[in-house]
């Protein structure tokens, strides 16, 4: 006889706990971290995994992102994972005449999770939970992607200062990225990390410069030759071009 409760129990306890992940992700991103980061610290701190990454150290910077994540570490240790592994045990040892009812466990999961990473339930479930925690709570919402244009063709990327690269010992005054179209948010040396760098911030071997700008343009950057000096000057005019279609299109 195929042991029905206990495998309908181990389902809602199952979505239950993806359902508590996801509101955690979504009010971690509901603070500014993105998808993957909050995705990634709502299940660890649910599982009370508790990796310490630097981005588990973001996931706690601030008040409400601990109350998020203090939230998730008590709702994890109220026993579901456990009480989960129970009632696999109380029907899997009934014996071999209930192998029927770990298969419809397999088959109840494995349906569970395919709804649940669907993009069409996330689409109509993610607002859901916003617009409920935006009224329960104080979060903002800030998609930071869609702010800083990321989910098109601009990027933050990251580039390596190396001993001889055209970054190397220049100030970001002369390097005149912003002629470029592209922003320098900041610099990360030494473990520090200075944002919002002034014109006479200068670049050193071992630095990691965070740019803001078009995906090609910083694909370039990230691969120009120090010897290319019309480089810059392409860029420029390929920006002020740029900057003409965008002034068309508003003047529209």
Known sequence: MVAIYPILSL????????????????????????????????????SGAG????????AVS????????????RL?????????ASLIVSFVNTGGEDFRSLVYVVVGVTAILL????????????????RSLSRATDLDVRDCA?????????????????????LADETLD???????GVL????????????????????????????????????ELSERDASDVRAHEDAVVAHEAVLEEQAELVEE
Do not use: C, H
């Not at 709804?115 to 993610?126: G, H, I, K, L, Y």
């Not at 002369?174 to 470029?180: P, Q």
């Open 174 to 180: 002369r390097l005149n990225l912003g002629a470029e």
């Open 146 to 166: 869609q702010l800083l244009g990321l989910q098109s063709e601009y990027r933050v990327a990251e580039i390596d200062v190396r001993e001889g690269d055209w």
């Open 184 to 219: 320098v948010l900041g610099i990360r040396r030494d473990g520090t990390y200075v944002g919002a760098p002034g014109p006479d911030n200068e670049l050193r071997p071992e630095d990691t410069v965070i740019l803001y700008g078009k995906e090609d343009r910083l694909r």
């Open 76 to 84: 994890g240790s109220l026993g579901l994972i456990s009480a989960m």
């Open 51 to 58: 990796y310490t990454t630097q981005e588990a150290e973001q």
């Open 11 to 46: 389902l809602v306890i199952f979505a239950l706990s993806l359902l508590i992940i996801r509101i955690g992700s979504v009010a971690l991103q509901m603070t500014g971290l993105s998808p993957e980061v909050a995705s990634f610290q709502a299940t660890s701190a649910f």
């Open 115 to 130: 709804v649940a990473r669907s993009s069409w339930f996330n689409r109509v479930v993610t607002p859901v939970i916003e």
């Open 62 to 73: 601030t008040a409400g992102r601990r109350k998020i994540v203090k939230a998730l570490i």
